[in-house]
């Protein structure tokens, strides 16, 4: 029986690359979110009414059951050809990890917040952005443009110039902080032989690092080595608060408080 994995993560947190990045790989297998309702397998679980009021039996048949497993690469094969995107040769029979990548506010408003705590044959990769301002302005770019992801050889993301009233930067950067804290809760309920932590800022901090953070990655899952390509790329390029139109205001409001330090060199 293929291992199983879950990324565990956050909103604008580089979960889609790292995703991309793990289905490079011949012997695994990330299907991505399962838990919001938009997702292909959520929906057919609602259709049927399986599961009902139970997720973390739904969370066992999508990680641990064979016809989870083929249910999920099904609706990945009609995902990639709804997105015209190119068959990649993966064959299920070949996987040996298999796994999801689901928000921790996802976990908690469902109730199942203990979910991995209390699977010990689930590995867990935190995925954190600690920079909590330059979530919050890549969240907002998202709601402005509508772009999720920049693929390479694809336009970037136009120099979209944002207007944010200081006290709503000041609410939301709360708002994230407290996001933060409850994914670090979570992974600290998981024993530390089956947890990895990856910092999206370590993890973007160039080709080289990316490739070694991938490498401890596979090792960690117990997956022969493998050098994926980076095909994807940060929505914000360079310093996002530059992509604010009263940047000034923005910092000055920041000055004094917690917050300050994301403002600093």
């Given at each position: 029986?293929?291992?199983q994995h879950?990324?565990l ?13 793990l ?14 309702d938009w997702?292909?397998i959520?929906?057919?679980?609602r ?8 997720d973390?039996?739904?969370?066992d048949?999508?990680?641990?059951n ?7 690469f ?9 997105k ?13 990890h298999?796994?999801i990548?689901?928000f921790a506010?996802?976990?908690q ?8 705590a ?8 935190g ?6 301002l ?8 998202l ?21 944010l ?6 609410d ?12 670090n ?5 998981i ?8 910092l ?24 022969d080595?493998?050098k ?5 790329r ?5 310093r996002s ?6 940047r ?13 330090r994301f403002?600093?060199g």
């Amino acid at each position: 029986m293929a291992g199983q994995h879950v990324i565990l993560t956050l909103g604008r947190s580089g979960s889609n690359a790292l995703v991309n990045l793990l289905n490079q790989h011949p012997q695994v297998l990330n299907y991505g979110e399962v838990l919001g309702d938009w997702n292909l397998i959520r929906k057919v679980q609602r259709r049927l009414g399986a599961f009902r009021g139970n997720d973390a039996a739904y969370l066992d048949f999508c990680l641990a059951n064979p016809w989870g497993h083929r249910l999920a690469f099904a609706a990945r094969t009609v995902q990639r050809r709804i997105k015209q995107r190119p068959r990649d040769g993966k064959r299920l029979s070949k996987v040996q990890h298999i796994g999801i990548k689901d928000f921790a506010l996802n976990f908690q408003r469902l109730g199942v917040a203990e979910y991995l705590a209390q699977r010990p044959g689930i590995k867990v990769i935190g995925l954190e952005r600690e920079n909590l301002l330059d979530r919050m302005i890549s969240n907002a770019m998202l709601e402005a443009s509508g772009v999720v992801e920049i693929r390479e050889g694809k336009n970037g993301q136009p120099d979209t110039q944002l207007r944010l009233e200081p006290q709503e930067v000041l609410d939301a950067l709360g708002v994230i902080e407290a996001e933060n804290t409850t994914l670090n809760q979570m992974l600290a309920g998981i024993p530390q032989e089956r947890r990895m932590h990856v910092l999206y800022e370590d993890f973007f901090a160039g080709p080289e690092r990316t490739s070694a953070i991938m490498d401890e990655v596979h090792r960690f899952l117990g997956v022969d080595p493998y050098k994926p390509e980076v095909r994807m790329r940060k929505i914000v390029q360079g310093r996002s608060i530059d992509r604010l139109a009263n940047r000034d205001e923005v910092i000055e409001a920041l000055k004094g408080t917690r917050f300050q330090r994301f403002i600093e060199g």
